[in-house]
Structures are given as C-alpha cells and as structure tokens.
C-alpha cells in the first residue's frame, strides 16, 4: 500500500491577486486583445510558413507508413495550434488538431493513408486563405472529423 | 468557472513573478501578450527546460504558465521536477499547462505531471485570468506520495474515482452506492450548485478588489 502526505499550503498568488491596485477585469481582458492583436501579422505568416513545410513533408512521402515522415508532419501541424485564433481564422486551429489526431492514430496503429492526411492539407490551406461563410467552414470541419475519427482504432478505415 | 469579461472586479498580478516556458517564439509571444496584458510585469521567459529550471532555483515563482513542449511532452517533465526537486515554496507554485494536442500516449503523463490544471490551445485571455485565480484558490490539499506529487487532483467531494477503491480515509466505500443514496457522493444538483457558487465567489468583486 502506498503512504500519502497531504499538505495545505499558503499561496502567495492568492494573496497578490487582492493587493491594492491592480486593474479591472474588463481593462485587463481588453488589454490583452489588443496586445494579441498585433501579432495578428505574425501568425498569419508562420501559419503559411508551417503549412509549405507540411506540404513539403507530405510530398516526400510515399504511399507506406514512415515513422520519420508521419512524426515530422505531427511537429509541424502541432505548432500551428492556437495561431489560427489569433488571426481570425479559428477554423483553421480546429483543421489543425483533427490532423494531429489522424497523425496520432496513425503513429499508434504504424499505418498510413495519404488520401486522409492530404484532405487535411488541403482543408488547411482552404481555411487560411479564403473566407469560407461559417457553414461552410462547418462543413469542411466536420468531414475532417470524421476522416481522422475513422483511424481511431487498428482496423478501421480499411476497404 | 464563468468569469464575466466585462467585470469591474480588480486583481492584481503587478507583484506577481510568473516563469513561462514555450519552445515556439510565437508561442512565447502569445503568452507574453496575454499576461502582460493582465498586469503581469515580472516574467521569465524560457524556451526550453534547462532556462525554466535555472529560473526556478534562483527565483520564487508565483505562477508558472508551462506548454507541454510537443512532441516530446517535456513540459510534463519540467512540471513533475518542479513538484519533486525544486523545494519549498517553488513546488507549491499554480502551474498552469498549456497543450496544443495531447498523444495517446501522452494522456497519463499529462494527468500525473502535478499541474493545477491543463489548458487547451487557442486560449483567449478570459480563460487564462479564470484558470490562474482558480489556481490560486487556497484550500486545495497538496498531495506527496511516490506515484504522484501535486495539487489533490479531487477538488469535489464525490469519493473515489469511478470504478475505483477507496484509498483514503473518508473513502467510506469501495463499492457503488445506491442509486437513491445521498450522502458521500454529491448529486446532480448539489454539483451545479456548487459550480453556481464557485462562479459567484470568482464574480465577487470584494474579494478581488483591493481598492
């Protein structure tokens, strides 16, 4: 049998948060907008950067499962999270992260499909170039969703 | 947890000294953006392990922000040594983890690691400010024990894990209650109570306004 200890300590953070001065929620929650908002140019610019990488990778893969390949394109898709939110194009962090769960199913169960990982390069690119209406950004979801749902376990997405 | 963004409650993170790791420089900006947005002005940038580790062990950190550093999953790491190795009062710091995808097999690293809870990315600055004054929230037991060392990751009193023993003293049972039992394990409705109260006391203006 395992022995715990348990402890309650004192937050110093908990204390600092009621100090004094300090800014209203409203003023602080705007003020970090803004600040975001000037890496707006940034993010738009590393999104395309990360997505000729991926490109490049996909287009040097062949048609069997490579280790390597798959594992690449993971690091590439994975550091793209979270900038489509800042430059207005959320759907494409959405895009981004149904593709890490294809790339990890893939990685869990040593298979590939191209087919799968290339609809989502595609819908990658869709989504941070054009201003799809927000069904059809919906719909492009959605599909990518499923496409990677479908390699969740070993067997499926065959035939 | 329901922060309302256009509260006029104040906080403070002015004093605070708050250590954020991300390997990617956007990823660095984006927290910077948000945090000194929220009035932090003490920050320590590290992108990678080895500078988070200095920053530990030569400052006392109020609020680590810590990415999960993919696809290494080393952030888990830097948290679990936070927790075991870098000593009072640094390993009872809130550490917020940040992920943008999280591995299968990553899943049990990230529940063990020791962090007061794990945000997903993109994250709007409301979500951060909610996740660091929930952090901050006194009371939470802090737990050692061989197998995992952090903050008690059962913040409801509704009995062991689903499935599971009870291991802990008022554990009172192993076995699942009666359907119509109340008592040990909270209902429904006393959950969504206490959620409705814990959003009230975040809301309350008196407790964050020092003003």
């Keep these: ?159 | 947890m329901g922060l309302d963004p256009t509260s006029r409650a104040r906080f403070n993170l002015k004093d605070a000294s708050v250590l954020l790791l991300d390997a990617t420089p956007l990823g660095m900006s984006i927290l910077v953006q948000i945090v000194t947005g929220l009035g932090a002005k003490t920050l320590h940038r590290c992108n990678d392990l080895e500078t988070a580790q200095t920053a530990v062990e030569g400052n006392q950190i109020d609020l680590a922000i810590v990415d999960s550093l993919p696809p290494s999953g080393e952030g888990y790491d830097f948290v679990q040594w936070m927790r075991r190795e870098a000593g009072e009062p640094n390993c009872y710091t809130p550490v917020l983890m940040t992920t943008s995808h999280t591995p299968r097999s990553q899943i049990s690293r990230a529940r063990d690691c020791g962090a007061n809870i794990i945000i997903k990315k993109p994250f709007p600055p409301i979500t951060v400010l909610e996740r660091i004054i929930w952090s901050s929230k006194e009371g939470r037991k802090f737990l050692f024990s061989e197998t995992y060392v952090g903050p008690d990751r059962r913040f409801r009193n509704i009995g062991p894990p689903k499935g599971g023993k009870g291991r802990r003293r008022e554990d009172f049972t192993a076995t699942p209650l009666p359907q119509n039992h109340v008592g040990l394990a909270d209902t429904v409705d006393q959950l969504a109570a206490r959620a409705r109260a814990e959003t009230a006391e975040i809301d309350d203006a008196p407790e964050l306004d020092g003003d």
Aim: proline share 5%; with cysteine; charged share 20%.
């Design chain 1, 1 to 159: 049998m395992t022995t715990a200890r348990f402890t309650v300590p004192k937050q110093r953070l908990a204390q600092l948060l009621k100090t004094p001065g300090g800014l209203p929620v409203a003023e602080a929650i705007a003020a970090a907008q803004g600040n975001l908002a000037q890496l707006k140019p940034l993010c738009i610019g590393e999104l395309d950067r990360l997505l000729a990488t991926a490109e490049k990778i996909f287009a040097a893969l062949g048609s069997a499962y490579d280790e390597d390949g798959v594992g690449a394109l993971y690091e590439t898709a994975v550091r793209g999270i979270g900038l489509g939110d800042v430059c207005g194009a959320g759907s494409v962090d959405i895009a981004l992260h149904s593709l890490c769960d294809l790339l990890d199913h893939l990685q869990t169960h040593h298979r590939y499909d191209p087919e799968a990982v290339g609809v989502h390069l595609r819908a990658w690119k869709l989504l941070i170039s054009t201003e799809l209406p927000p069904e059809g950004a919906q719909a492009v979801l959605a599909g990518l969703n499923k496409v990677s749902a479908l390699y969740s376990s070993p067997k499926a997405g065959e035939g």
